[in-house]
């Protein structure tokens, strides 16, 4: 395969973006200089997009590359927004998480789409088909290509790394854009097929059949291969200094991702060479779509025990008096969080909900620290003080609004509760963990007096 003299110059300029992006921001991460690795990753993006650019408008044309555009686009607020959506209680830099979007739609699948060209010219140099590049690299090089950008974020910054959870989210925004940028490219050929062969209505036609199939059936399946790895890449993360652990849970998780990957593109190529279509539809509801909701359900209940995982870690706190039994409860579960945020907007306003949710959310920050310390992961002893000053003060906003509540304090082992004859007594706490009333309840039934 010969390449043309402008493909030549495309090729070389990208290589130099992405040679220079790495420098540079190999450069930021050395000096901590957030600019300059901005900066850097901003060039390796550049670089990777310039070569799929290329390769999409050579292939099929600006025209089809703009409508291939916009099909891929139609899916993605679905697919980037069930990933933030599934980490949104956690606090992550947007920058980690537009990261690994970015590498996953322009490094990764430049890489993979040079690969598994370079594979299907030796398939046919050596008379074999070039449909079987679908099942013998790009499960390899595609898989590999998406994990490689958690993994830095696992090496550079582990601090927002710290579970299974965390994996997934960053594996899941990599695996999301992917799909997306690969999406462009088919979209943009079936607008183009359909064009050639009618007019540009078939185009249109072929476009959208596709985005019903990938777009929207199947739009997962990416993210939920490069979830297999994202379970290896989370307990690694669970296990501070054991090297050979870490390393047998990220690649044991990575050839099963690589296997269902293989499984899913043979299914449509071993369907075409049988004269059977329907083999990759079979599968869908067969094997995928069952994997897909299990999947789901983990990827929910790891979400709710980072909850449990706040109550577990914070429990001393109750005892050394600076949070009382209710606020750890309501910090149990992410049903309890919201029922707390509206009890804050009742009583305080949008302020009082915003507290409350600043609140939780530097109770979240305060558990991290503590369960990373469990683990023995380094952990920072002012980042908690300075998260448990953020606590204080967001309680600070909300607190003595409701007018049931009488004032009260906690010691950590009982209330101290201001009475309405004016004097402060101390009362147990009760069985259940909410704030008690010094006041009798109103009957349940009107009382008859004789």
């Given at each position: 395969m010969n390449l043309s003299t402008t493909a030549q110059a495309i090729l070389a300029a990208a290589g130099i973006l992405a040679l220079g992006g790495i420098a540079l921001a190999w450069i930021g991460l050395a000096r901590k200089a957030r600019g300059v690795l901005i900066a850097g990753t901003l060039l390796l993006f550049a670089g990777g997009g310039t070569v799929l650019a290329w390769a999409i408008v050579e292939g099929a044309g600006a025209r089809a590359a703009a409508v291939g555009l916009v099909a891929a686009l139609l899916p993605a607020p679905i697919l980037v927004g069930t990933f933030l959506w599934l980490g949104r209680y956690r606090r992550r830099p947007w920058l980690i998480l537009a990261f690994c979007f970015g590498w996953g739609a322009c490094v990764s699948t430049a890489i993979s789409l040079a690969v598994n060209t370079g594979a299907a010219v030796l398939l046919e140099k050596n008379d074999l088909d070039q449909n079987l590049a679908a099942v013998v690299s790009a499960p390899v090089i595609e898989e590999i290509s998406k994990l490689l950008g958690p993994l830095l974020v696992f090496w550079f910054a582990r601090r927002y790394l710290t579970g299974t959870l965390d994996a997934i989210v960053y594996c899941g925004l990599a695996g999301a854009g992917f799909a997306v940028s690969e999406n462009v490219l088919y979209a943009s050929g079936a607008y183009l097929y359909g064009a050639e062969s009618l007019d540009a209505a078939a185009g249109v036609a072929q476009v959208t059949i596709l985005v019903v199939v990938r777009g929207l059936a199947t739009m997962f399946a990416h993210p939920l291969m490069t979830g297999l790895s994202a379970i290896g890449l989370g307990r690694a993360a669970r296990r501070p200094g054991r090297k050979g652990r870490q390393t047998a849970w990220i690649i044991g998780m990575l050839l099963c991702g690589m296997g269902l990957h293989a499984l899913w593109n043979g299914s449509s190529v071993l369907g075409v060479k049988l004269d059977m279509p329907a083999l990759w539809f079979a599968l869908y509801p067969a094997f995928l779509a069952p994997l897909f909701f299990t999947m789901v359900?983990?990827?929910?209940?790891?979400?709710?025990?980072?909850?449990?995982?706040?109550?577990?870690?914070?429990?001393?706190?109750?005892?050394?008096?600076?949070?009382?039994?209710?606020?750890?409860?309501?910090?149990?579960?992410?049903?309890?969080?919201?029922?707390?945020?509206?009890?804050?907007?009742?009583?305080?306003?949008?302020?009082?909900?915003?507290a409350m949710k600043e609140f939780q959310r530097a109770a979240s920050d305060v558990a991290e620290q503590y369960d990373l310390a469990s683990i023995g992961r380094p952990w920072d002893e002012r980042y908690v003080e300075h998260a448990v000053h953020r606590m204080h003060a967001a309680r600070a906003v909300y607190t003595g609004a409701d007018p049931n509540t009488p004032p009260a304090l906690w010691d950590g082992r009982k209330y101290h509760i201001t009475f309405p004859d004016g004097q402060t007594r101390p009362v147990e706490p009760p069985a259940q963990p909410v704030m008690p009333l010094p006041l009798a309840p109103p009957p349940a039934y009107p009382v008859r007096y004789a």
């Open positions: 359900g983990a990827a929910l209940w790891l979400r709710a025990a980072d909850a449990r995982r706040t109550q577990t870690a914070l429990a001393p706190m109750v005892a050394a008096g600076q949070v009382s039994p209710p606020e750890l409860a309501s910090l149990a579960t992410f049903s309890r969080r919201a029922s707390a945020r509206a009890w804050a907007h009742r009583f305080a306003g949008p302020n009082g909900e915003a």
